[in-house]
């Protein structure tokens, strides 16, 4: 059955013991960009030109496609729901609490998977040798910076992701300025499989999967009825040109087969370009962008426990707000504790793969949330309407949003479907292990 709640209204002040709004749409399009910009760039590129070879390019076009689709119904949502949570929210309103729930399982436990892999990725950057001992001590400091609180995470934020276009902005001017022979094959691109570009396509969505980020900051942007929608595709258009622009010149540069078979794509780029001592702001951009993901993904896992445990999913405890800083500390300490814990015991590789399939089943979810909104539906309750000019913009983020989602949903369970069986497996199981839990809880009363 459909829970149709009513909204937060806009303007309606954030009980006390809530977070605080201080966000603007410019920092909210950071901390997107700062979710996004680098983590796939520099670590997708390599299988992706794999599974698919030149048509890696149509991977992305993909990937980007059923980004937007997420988009925009994370955005519809988001400006109905304001709130921390992301989909979690919007399942729980709009579908149920089990499939809110399960959203949140699903986001939590991808999300875990992919902090260990930006840890382990900025180790391997910077210090192959002591790998796990560094990230975990980059889990610790980055979990410290975010309890700092959200303000001064952004401006860090910022910083990272002004280096890290830098850095890529490096690499594209080696590949076109260095004149490489290898140049773009349509014949390859039209000549490679379905599977493959599939394939692709889902290491690719993994780049893109930051942008929902802003959505899990609903209670902390200012005017979020108007800046997440703005936020995220602002962030989303971003970051797909960044990506077209990195991956078509180090195409045209070293081909795709050395793209595929490189540790670190980038750099290969470079070193073979006529500016070989470049490389090192390259790979310091990689270890940057790495440690700017991980600032933002510890944040968006954090306040997605911090919703679940005010909703009764998780330990009340999680729910505690620090009295200073106003972020919430306690959800944010065990998000870091269990990342130090993987990034010991875990593989990069089965990391990435699982995050992706547990995310694609997060934002699946999400479409399926944003079915059930209604052009028509009234945009407050009868007795605080909000202003007129308000009520345009939730009619207009809604407007299309259910043939998106639709496109949305298939495109999520294609993806999710095509990644490594030992990926597919582990993720299958662990959902089903929350959803246990879920009605496991509820028969005891729980729920």
Known sequence: MTHRTQPTVVGEPAPPTRLVRQLGTFDAVIVGLGSMIGAGIYTALAPAAAAAGEALLVGLAIAAFIAWCNAKSSAALAA???????????????????????????????????????????????????????????????????????????????????FVLASLAVVVFAALASGGDEGLHPDAISGAGPYGILQAAGFLFFAFAGYARIATLGEEVKNPAQTIPRAIPWALGIALGVYALVAISALHAVGAAALARASAPLAVVVETSRWPWLTPIVRAGAAVASLGVLLSLLAGVSRTVFAMASNGDFPAFLARVHPRYRIPDAALLVVGSIVVVAVLAADIRHAIGFSSFAVLMYYAIANAAAMTLDVHEPAGPPQGRIPECEARTYSSARRGSRALAACGIGGCLLLAFSVPAGSLLGGCVLLALGAAAFFLRRERGAV
């Open 80 to 162: 109905l729901y304001p709130e921390s949570g992301g989909t979690y929210v919007y399942g729980r309103k709009r579908l149920g609490p089990f499939w809110g729930y399960l959203a949140g399982w699903a986001f939590v436990i991808g999300k875990l998977a992919s902090c260990a892999a930006m840890a382990l990725t900025f180790a391997d950057y910077v210090a192959p040798s002591f790998a796990r001992a560094l990230a975990a001590v980059a889990v610790a400091v980055v979990t410290l910076v975010n309890c700092r609180g959200v303000e001064k995470a952004a401006f860090a934020t910022r910083l990272i992701v002004a």
